[in-house]
């Protein structure tokens, strides 16, 4: 897989010099990442992956480079110590988020919650853990620049891309540089979402550990058809009720686009299309989904797409919008 390309704001020497610091950044391990108290943090609050879990980290890493080839891309491998499985209180103080599972660009890791301190049921870190390596292998830009800050500048770099989620609008007048506005991130989380959901089945069937019966065809559609709920749209079942694949309202978005498409280019399969969008995430070349967009619903509908956030209100906006168009 190609290395992350460098978006520099400035003059030629300075590119030149963030583009060196940034690639030396790249060679460094994840614990060389880490602040020290954030290391701290880690030897506290880590929690000893088992078996199982060690496992689950193998397999996933196979089955996406096995997809990331069909698509005639170069793979990529997470390492075990880049995947922390961490208490609650660490979790939020390292990652800042208030998911159960965050993969962190600056950090190079992911990081699984553990909440309250007990072992998680298995059935929810396993996709949980394949979800998050998904995105770890994601396409990867850098942008820098300079801030003006009083009497001098202070230099930037962070994430321009990851997967088709675009950082923009970075506050180059203000110390705190997160302060940024993100597009295509529902987009991007749904072409994840639609991944983990076709490459989960060759998890199960791989592994040995796993409880497989949780995610049996057998016990999905019997809950399916209690709760009437698509049974391709359940990732597994417990003894206390099921865990629906995540982001819905965000794939719902994607079928539809993917349906229009269809009806346009009646020489491209709607699995071809999708393998288009899946492409763009790693690979970065977004050309070819864009044109598709464009074409079927007009100038500025794959703008509109980039307007989507993760919240079930963004997404139903975005869908209302595209069937006006």
């Known amino acids: 897989m190609e290395n ?11 590119k030149d010099k963030v583009i060196g610091e940034i690639e030396d950044s790249r060679k460094k391990t994840w614990d060389s990442i880490l602040s020290e108290d954030e290391l701290n943090l880690l030897k506290e609050g880590e929690i000893e992956k088992d078996e199982m879990m060690m496992e689950v980290i193998n397999i996933s890493n196979e089955i996406t480079n096995e997809f990331i080839k069909d698509l005639g891309l170069e ?25 159960s599972a965050h993969n962190n660009m600056g950090h190079r890791s992911i990081f699984i919650r553990n909440l309250n301190g007990k072992n998680r049921p298995p059935e929810i ?53 997160g302060d940024y506005e993100d597009y295509f991130e529902g987009l991007d989380e749904a072409i994840v979402s639609e991944i983990e959901k076709r490459v989960l089945p060759r998890l199960i069937e791989k592994s040995e550990l796993v409880p497989k019966k949780s995610f049996s065809n057998e016990i999905r559609s019997a809950i399916s058809n209690h709760v009437n709920v698509p049974v391709e749209e359940i990732s597994f079942v417990t003894e206390v009720g099921f865990s629906p694949f995540s982001y819905y309202n965000q794939r719902k978005v994607l079928y539809y686009v993917i349906d229009r498409i269809e009806k346009k280019y ?3 399969s709607k699995d071809e299309i999708l393998l288009k969008f899946f492409k763009a995430h790693f690979s970065g070349n977004i050309l070819e989904i864009v044109r598709l967009v464009e074409k079927t619903f007009g100038s500025g509908s794959f703008r509109v797409l980039g307007g989507m956030s993760i919240t079930k209100e963004s997404s139903e906006n975005v869908l209302e919008k595209l069937m006006t168009m």
């Open 4 to 14: 992350p390309k460098i978006f520099v704001h400035g003059d030629s020497s300075s």
């Open 75 to 99: 793979p990529i491998n997470v390492a075990h110590e880049s995947i922390h499985l961490v208490n609650n209180d660490t979790y939020e103080k390292i990652t800042g988020s208030s998911t």
């Open 125 to 177: 870190i396993i996709p949980e853990i394949l979800h998050e390596i998904i995105h770890y292998k994601h396409f990867e830009s850098q942008q820098a620049f300079d801030i003006d800050k009083g009497e001098g500048k202070i230099r930037y770099s962070g994430p321009f891309r990851s997967g088709l989620k675009v950082f923009l609008n970075i506050k180059k007048s203000e110390v705190d540089v």
């Open 266 to 268: 009646m020489d491209l």
